[in-house]
């Protein structure tokens, strides 16, 4: 997926903030939970449409510390699973 | 100690204190939890809509009997608007072939549970009353037919403890179920009533534990348990084990009343809206539905803390562990069947108590742990 597509947050799925920036995704259709770290956490709560993979690699590196240089990498890997795993879409821009 | 989740994530809910039966065993009636009233459509939907937006995960609907509501599939309707799954504990006995097109179409149903005590009428209507046992059994057939996950619990107790080899061939040979799950008939609610006919005794629970582990082991691990003596005897086993051997206990904290989780991800409500920290614990009154804050009670309940905090109460400081060698393996049971039994939670609990278990079977450690216990 080209790293300038949208992404946004599938609204039938449940994100739960939990203690200390984790977070639980929960899809109610399959039962499916998926936990997220902060940075996870982070890049889903932006999952508005508005954003692409290139900006949540720029948004992860001004929020956080010691930012892998394979940061558009892990963003792309981590966005692709939430959409193959229902929690997101791609929205054409 | 585990963590709290910032909400609960499931919520099991008494969503009615009526019901068309009177089973001997049921730890509902007679309990605290046995209130005077139903709430309204509306307030159970208002309900759902805060939990909703508190991203609660999983509902619980339990009673009393949840098909007796004649708005259940209304109930249903907003638990699934409301982005959670269900699940629902009935006798099976009012489950129709239009509810159970109903619960198909959710796409949300975990399972229904339904009670099966026996292989035939004669035994599991002899705590149940008499027509239910086909009624409950139709409810399993059409659930299947249907494709909603049908999960059945078997209540051992004094009456059906020898027809336990009979109910798994027709549950998971004769209605190829694919698993059950057992507990036992506990002294709670109608139970204490009739505790002399229907607990178990002494003699009955080591036969329910030597039958249900060949069983299970015939039927290569279709049999389930978290409570009652195929837990029990896991639990048991292990603990007398690591007792010879000196050894550890692995990831579970033993040592202290640490067997119950449940305060760190889940709440319970009465039929009368009241929150409580468990169905078994239906007297510690929290607060009230719509009118308490979820969330905030949920972070800051005192009692709520303070059973968080029950994990850390050593055994060792209790008079009847005193000497006990199981201590460091030992996690003192359901802070329910404390309560009911000693008159509090923060007691291990004697029904759990694996030294009081071996005195009074005169089954030593050695002949335990070798399984030598009654043959079936
Ligand atoms: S006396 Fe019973 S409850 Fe207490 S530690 Fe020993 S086995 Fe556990």
């Given at each position: ?93 | ?13 008494d969503?009615t204190n009526r019901c068309n039966l009177r089973c001997e065993y049921c730890y509902h009636f007679s309990s605290?939890g046995d ?26 609907l339990g009673g009393g009997e949840p098909f007796v ?19 629902v504990l009935s006798n099976g006995t009012l489950i ?16 229904i549970q339904v009670s099966i005590d026996g292989s035939a009428p004669e035994v599991h209507e002899s705590c149940r009353g008499a027509g239910t046992f086909r009624r409950a059994v139709?409810a399993i ?10 999960a059945v619990r078997v209540t051992v107790h004094h009456r059906n403890v020898?027809d336990?080899?009979?109910i ?12 059950f799950s057992t507990n036992a008939a506990s002294y709670l609610g109608l139970c204490r009533d009739h505790s002399a006919g229907i607990a178990l ?26 409570a009652g ?42 039929a ?7 169905t078994l614990?239906p ?57 009911t ?36």
């Open positions: 997926m080209p790293s300038a597509c949208r992404i946004v947050a599938n609204p039938s799925t449940v994100f739960r903030e939990e203690l200390d920036d984790w977070a639980l995704l929960f899809n109610p259709d399959t039962g499916a939970v998926y936990g997220l770290n902060p940075v996870g956490a982070f890049i889903r709560k932006n999952m508005d449409g508005r954003h692409s993979v290139r900006d949540f690699a720029d948004l992860v590196t001004e929020h956080f510390e010691d930012v892998s240089p394979e940061v558009e990498k892990e963003v792309s890997a981590f966005v692709e699973e939430l959409v193959e795993k229902g929690f997101a879409e791609y929205r054409e821009s | 100690m585990p963590r709290v989740m910032r909400t609960p994530r499931t919520i099991e809910i969503i605290e209130v005077a009233s139903d709430l309204p459509t509306d307030e159970w939907l208002a309900f759902f809509d805060e939990l909703g937006r508190s991203s609660v995960m999983e509902v619980t509501r004649e708005d259940i599939t209304e109930l249903i309707d907003g638990i699934v608007r409301n982005r959670m799954r269900y699940s129709t072939e239009d509810q159970a097109a109903f619960l198909a179409g959710t796409r949300r149903c975990n399972h139709h057939e059409v659930l299947q037919a249907h494709g909603v996950p049908v020898r336990l080899p009979n798994a061939r027709f549950l998971l040979d004769d209605l190829g179920l694919p698993s005794t002494v003699e009955d629970r080591v036969l329910a534990m030597t039958t249900l582990e060949s069983l299970n082991e015939r039927y290569g691990g279709r049999i389930q348990a978290a003596p195929l837990a029990e005897v896991r639990m048991w086993r292990e603990m007398v084990r690591k007792t010879a051997e000196g050894s550890a206990m692995g990831d579970c904290a033993g040592g202290c009343l640490s067997s119950c989780g449940g305060v760190f991800s889940k709440l319970a409500v009465r009368d809206g009241v929150y409580i920290p468990c614990l007297g510690t009154v929290l607060g009230r539905i719509t009118v308490d804050d979820l969330a905030d009670l949920w972070s800051n309940h005192p009692e709520l803390e303070r059973l968080r905090t029950r994990q850390t109460l050593p055994l060792a400081g209790f008079e009847e562990c005193g000497g006990c060698d199981y201590i460091p393996y030992c996690r003192g049971g359901c802070p329910g069947l404390s309560y039994l000693t008159g509090s939670p923060y007691r291990p609990s004697p029904d759990a108590c694996l030294r009081r278990f071996l005195r009074e079977s005169g089954l030593g450690p050695g002949s335990f742990l070798a399984g030598n216990g009654v043959t079936p």
